[in-house]
């Protein structure tokens, strides 16, 4: 199964409806052990992203991508604009050109949107940070399509890996960021960008298992 650009573009609007719904649970786990904006921070950079995506005239898929990019590191504040922003801009250099997008071309965008955090946000896996979803997420992606399994069985267990690594998070001490001045104490907590990231891999999986039905 492929995803064509029209595809494409209602996945990222339902990401967006997503992180609208769990503005408040992701503000909330901030409020805890950050700056207690992610949730809010989030909704407004895919609010952005929405409208963007609403004017794009190309079927580039690398375009929309870098244009999503683009608009979050311009419209969220803190970490998660440069952060989300650079997974998505580097994401679109592997699919630029093209107008249909399969579970290979979701392989490398997943590791150059990993390999992008990493850069930008100097972590890495056990920082308590979203990287902690992101990479199991990741590495269950790669495995599962090097072994050719069902498209959907596949993005399952992306985002329950993603969740495995939410569910980390809360056990261990924060490395990066805000949260990491309260050593021990952060302990207990969920990263909330570890939490955002599972709900867009989540949405991913439920989005392409209605388009596919």
Do not use: W
Not at 17 to 34: Q, S, V, Y
Not at 71 to 87: E, M, R
Not at 150 to 167: F, H, N, R, S, T
Not at 169 to 175: L, P, V
């Amino acid at each position: 199964m492929s995803l064509t650009s029209n595809q494409t573009i209602l996945l990222l609007k339902e990401i967006g409806k997503t992180l609208e719904e769990h503005k408040t649970l992701l503000t909330e786990l901030d409020g805890a052990i950050g700056d207690g904006d992610h949730g809010i921070n989030m909704n407004k950079g895919f609010t952005a992203v929405t409208k963007k995506l609403d004017d794009i005239q190309t079927e580039d898929i690398g375009h929309i991508l870098k244009t999503v990019g683009m608009t979050l590191v311009s419209n969220v504040g803190g970490a998660s604009g440069p952060l989300y922003g650079t997974a998505f801009m580097k994401a679109a250099v592997v699919v630029a050109g093209k107008n249909e997008i399969d579970l290979h071309d979701f392989v490398k965008i997943m590791e150059e949107a990993v390999e992008g955090i990493k850069m930008r946000g100097k972590a890495v896996p056990g920082d308590k940070t979203m990287l902690d979803a992101l990479e199991p997420a990741y590495n269950t992606l790669y495995q599962a399509v090097e072994e050719n399994q069902p498209i959907e069985d596949i993005l399952k267990k992306v985002k329950d890996a993603a969740l495995q690594g939410v569910q980390y998070t809360e056990k261990i001490a924060a490395k990066k960021g805000r949260a990491s001045y309260l050593g021990e104490r952060s302990i207990g907590h969920q990263d909330p960008g570890a939490v955002s990231s599972y709900l867009i891999l989540d949405t991913i999986y439920k989005t392409i298992r209605n388009i596919k039905d």
